[in-house]
């Protein structure tokens, strides 16, 4: 089992970067797949990106790419989500997301093949 907390959320003007986080519990960190989500006030959780086991494969939503990077460090348990040119269409809860995989090439992109999430972190941003 994991356990996922988030941490880096905030307010932000339009044209603003954050960095947000998701630290792991647990020794076995790299044989999770892991990914982001994010839900505005009203609407559906919606994929970000996500991050293969070994932090090779890489994927993101067309509304994020080239705006936002997902990177992560498997010695220190830790998955990132680097956020630029932010949009007040950004504004959401942020959940990262994990699973037990064995192939450490495969990304996750739906919702349903997660098993694990953390509790979620705010991002605003202000027109």
């Known amino acids: 089992q994991v356990q996922l907390v988030e941490s880096g959320g905030g307010l932000v003007q339009a044209g ?4 947000l986080s998701c630290a792991a519990s647990g020794r076995t960190f790299s044989s999770y797949a892991m990914g982001w989500f994010r839900q505005a006030p009203g609407k559906e ?3 970000v990106a996500a991050i293969s086991r070994s932090g090779v494969g890489t994927y993101y939503a067309d509304s994020v790419q080239g705006r936002f990077t997902i990177s992560r460090d498997n010695a220190k348990n830790i998955v990132y989500l680097q956020l630029f040119s932010l949009k ?12 037990l995989i064995g192939d450490a090439r495969v990304v996750l992109t739906r919702h349903h093949e997660y098993n694990y999430w953390g509790q979620g972190t705010q991002v605003t941003v202000s027109s």
């Open 45 to 47: 959780r919606e994929f």
């Open 16 to 19: 603003g970067s954050l960095r």
């Open 88 to 99: 007040p269409e950004d504004t959401a809860v942020y959940y990262c997301a994990a699973r």
